[in-house]
C-alpha cells in the first residue's frame, strides 16, 4: 500500500518511515555525530555534514512531509528558526501581509529583525477576506497566516486566501501550530508552506524545541534547503528523534486535547464569572462554519477573559491555578496557563495587542490530557 493512500493514524506511526538500513531498527536511530567517513572526497553514502543533513533529521523530515500531505519536509531549532526562513525568501522592498492576531515572537522577528532590511508588514484581521485583498498590491509577495490565531482564536478560511494567493501570484504559508495536521491539512486547501512549532503538539512532551517547514513544490523546497543548510538553524539528532516518537500518538493525544477541551471550554462558557470565551467550536463563534469545515475538531486552546476582571486579577488566577501549570509554550499532555499580555505577547506593543482583542486580563489556556474533571476543579477554584 502506497504512502500517499494510507490514513492519517497510520501515517504517525509509518509514514515516511522505513527499518534502518544498517540493522534493520524499527526506531530511527539517533545519530549523534556531527561528520561521516568518506572513501574518497565526495564519496559517501549519502551524508557528509550533520549541519546539511542527518539521518534521524531525515527521518523527521519525512514524517513531517507524510502527516502534512506534502512532498517535502525541512527541521529546524525551532519555530521562529523555521519562520526565518520563510522570510528569508524574500528581499528589500517586498511586503507580507500578515494576520494581526499572531504569536508574539512571529510579530517580533518580522518587526524587530526584518523590517529593518526593507521588508514591508502590514498586520490586518483576516476573518474578512476584504481586508486582505485590500492590502494586495504588486509588492505583495507572502500571506502569513494562523489559524486558530494566538491567542484570540480567530479562524481564517485557508482556502478562500489561497484563492487570492493563486491570483496574484503570491506564496501563503500559514502556521498549523494550534491545529496540527490532525484538524487541518492546509496544503490541501491551496497554501505553499506549513510551519510548526513543533515543539508543541509535534513533540507532544515539553521537552523539546523544533521548527519545522513542509511544502509540495520541488524549487521552493529546493530554496528552503539552500536556506536551511546555509543559515544553519537546524536541530539536533537528540530532539529530531523526540519529535518523531512524539508524531506516533499525535492522533491520539489530539483525540483526548480535542474531548477535553470541549469540557473545559463549556464549563468556562458556563460560569457566570466568566465574560467571554474564545473558542472555535461554539455555534456563535465567528467563522464557526469555516472552522467547522477545514478543521477535523475544534482543539484544545481555549482563552478566556473572566468577569470585571484588571491585568492583576488575571495574575492572581493564574498564580491560584494547581493543576494547570502557568508556563510559557502548549500543546504537551499536561495542562498549562498563561498570561499573554506579560507571557507570549509581552512583545507587542500595549495598544497593537488591544486592538487584536489581547487585553490585560486574557488567560490563555492549552488544555492537556488529564482528566476533565479535575482541570474543571482547578479552574472553579482558581476563579473563585
Given at each position: 500500500?502506497?504512502a500517499?493512500?494510507i ?12 527499518p ?5 531498527a524499527v ?13 574518497t572526497?565526495?564519496g559517501h ?8 543533513a ?10 513531517l512531509?507524510?502527516?502534512e500531505?506534502?512532498?517535502f ?6 519555530g ?5 526562513a520563510?522570510?528569508?525568501?524574500l528581499?528589500p ?7 494581526n492576531?499572531l ?9 524587530k ?19 486582505i ?6 509588492n505583495?509577495?507572502l ?12 479562524i481564517?478560511?485557508i482556502k478562500?486566501?489561497?484563492e ?23 496544503l ?6 506549513v ?8 513533540g ?12 509540495k513544490n ?6 528552503l ?13 537528540m530532539?529530531?528523534?523526540l519529535?518523531l516518537?512524539g508524531?506516533?500518538?499525535l ?8 474531548e477535553n ?5 463549556e ?5 457566570p464569572?466568566v465574560?467571554t ?7 456563535d463563534?465567528?467563522?464557526y462554519?469555516?472552522?467547522?469545515e477545514?478543521?477535523?475538531?475544534f482543539g ?12 492583576e486579577?488575571?495574575?492572581k488566577i493564574v498564580e491560584?491555578?494547581?493543576?494547570f ?6 500543546g504537551g ?10 507571557m507570549t ?17 486574557l488567560?490563555?489556556l ?8 479535575d482541570l474543571?476543579a482547578d479552574?472553579?477554584?482558581?476563579i473563585?
Open positions: 500500500m502506497g500517499k493512500t490514513k492519517f493514524n497510520t501515517k504517525t506511526i509509518h509514514g515516511g518511515q522505513q534502518d538500513k544498517a540493522y534493520g526506531v530511527p536511530p539517533i545519530y549523534q555525530t556531527s561528520t561521516y567517513a568518506q572513501t572526497p565526495g553514502k549519502g551524508y557528509e555534514y550533520s549541519r546539511s542527518n539521518p534521524t533529521r531525515t527521518a523527521l523530515e519525512n514524517s512531509a507524510s502527516i500531505n506534502g512532498e519536509g525541512l527541521a529546524f531549532g525551532s521562529l528558526a523555521a519562520i526565518d520563510v522570510i528569508k525568501l528581499e522592498g517586498d511586503e507580507v501581509i500578515s494576520t492576531d504569536y508574539g515572537g512571529t510579530y517580533r522577528i518580522f518587526k529583525i526584518f523590517e529593518k532590511f526593507g521588508i514591508v508588514f502590514h498586520f490586518v484581521g483576516m476573518k474578512s477576506i476584504d481586508a485583498r485590500d492590502k494586495i498590491n504588486s505583495t509577495k500571506i502569513w497566516v494562523e489559524t486558530p490565531t494566538n491567542p484570540m482564536m480567530n481564517i478560511d478562500a486566501v489561497a487570492l494567493t493563486n491570483t496574484n501570484k503570491i506564496l501563503l504559508a500559514v502556521d498549523n501550530t494550534f491545529a496540527t495536521p490532525y484538524l487541518q491539512t492546509p490541501n486547501l491551496g497554501a505553499d508552506i510551519m510548526h512549532s513543533a515543539t508543541k503538539y509535534l507532544g512532551h515539553s521537552d523539546t524545541v523544533v521548527g519545522a517547514l513542509v511544502v520541488k524549487e521552493l523546497a529546493d530554496r534547503y539552500f536556506i536551511q543548510n546555509a543559515s544553519g538553524a537546524v536541530c539536533g539528532p530532539d529530531s528523534f519529535v516518537r508524531i506516533k500518538t492522533h491520539v493525544r489530539m483525540q483526548r486535547h480535542c477541551g470541549k469540557a473545559v471550554a464549563y468556562l462558557k458556563g460560569n464569572k465574560e470565551v474564545y473558542w472555535p467550536g461554539f455555534n463563534h465567528p467563522n462554519d469555516i472552522a467547522k477545514q478543521m477535523k475538531d484544545g486552546m481555549i482563552s478566556f477573559v473572566p468577569k470585571g476582571s484588571n491585568y486579577d488575571a495574575i491560584r491555578l494547581q493543576i501549570t502557568l508556563a510559557e509554550s502548549l499532555v499536561e495542562s498549562l496557563a498563561g498570561h499573554p499580555a506579560s505577547h509581552a512583545s507587542i506593543p500595549k495598544n497593537e495587542r488591544e486592538k487584536s482583542g489581547v487585553v490585560d486580563a488567560i490563555r492549552s488544555v492537556g490530557i488529564e482528566d476533565a474533571e474543571i479552574l472553579e477554584q482558581a473563585g
